[in-house]
């Protein structure tokens, strides 16, 4: 018999692999992916995760790792990422601290803003793939993460839920008529609505892949967090993207400023979460009422509440960090609330890491706020 030639054993190949799913065909992940209906009948590949999971995953204590910009000058290595993973009491005992961590960038630090109003030009694709690949570098961030969250559990065993983890989406800016390309190969314009909501469920299908690349053990991606902070520009195509993450059961969240263009409409945007920012603490102009006024709107609009602190509260601002504590457990959001904790860079690292008593007094307290607002 003639032996086949190559190019005859690959057609052969194919005809051989016609009509068969990922499953069917060797090496095709069939441990990892699997068919699912789509929209309009379209075949979706779903993660192993994704389909065994039935609904939105919840989480109440949230903080925000700022990183992917070059003026960021820490690292998120796991000496750094520690202090927010558990904490030790004065009695030496250890206790799991934040359930969910939101990692962000506003801009890349070379000119390019992942929102607008940040610098003047905007982000384009590879800008934003540069930013997803950077949050899934092996020994720092997600990778640091995991492996801080596997020794503590060998330490003092497992939290009640893994670890929680949601990313920055950045925001197709109208601007740019030349973001790059997907599927069909067709630059895409961010004047169209269209190309701009396909750009967003490229980044968010870009996410899902790198995350089930790397396998995390002690991790889950629970959902994306819309970076612009007002909804002006963009409340044509949110209520699409939160559709299309809520069909993966993968989170939509906000964290609007106070008083912020659309804050009070989050629902009908198609957010899942939406934390209100008082923006008390970085003004000391801006008197103590303005907490009690942002805890009476979340609660009016069935909002959540953001936590702000940074630097400051270890040079002399530590009290504007206390008045956030104490009206938030005066005004019933302490326990019925999720929060959000925006602690500038590494805040939260440099109290953990203090040696002035009153600072670490400080450090001890806000700890406590966290661990004791909820089970863990």
Known sequence: MKKLTIPLLLIALLFACAGKTIEDIPNGNKKDKEES??????KELLYKWEKERTSLLDYHNMVLIYSGGSHRKYKWDEETIQPYVTYTDESGTEHWLFDSFLFLEIHDGAGKMFA?????????????KNLVDHYFESRTCLGALNRVVGAAIKRIGE?????????????????????GTVSDRVMLDFSNTTHR????????????????????MNLELAGFYWIAEHAADTRSIMKE??????ELNYTFNWIPYFKSYGYSDWKKFGFNYAYLQ????????????????????AIAYGMD??????????????????????????NGIWQNKRLAYYQGGTALYQLAQTRDPELKELYHQFCKFVVESVQH
């Open 116 to 128: 607008k109003g940040y610098t003047s030009q905007p982000a384009n694709q590879r800008d934003w």
């Open 305 to 330: 509440m953001e936590m702000e602190f940074d630097e400051r509260a270890l040079l002399g601002w530590g009290y504007r960090l206390k008045d956030y504590m104490k009206a938030f457990k005066e």
């Open 159 to 179: 939290p009640g839920t893994k670890r929680r983890v949601v990313i920055g989406l950045p925001e197709p800016i109208s601007d740019l008529k030349d973001w």
């Open 37 to 42: 209906g789509g929209d309009g009948g379209k």
């Open 241 to 246: 993207i939160g559709a299309y993450l809520n």
């Open 278 to 297: 008082p923006n008390y603490f970085f003004q000391e102009t801006i008197p103590y009422s303005r907490l009690t006024d942002a805890c009476y709107l």
């Open 197 to 216: 909501l396909e750009a967003c469920k490229w980044y968010i299908d870009y996410v899902r892949s790198r995350f089930n690349e790397m396998n995390y």
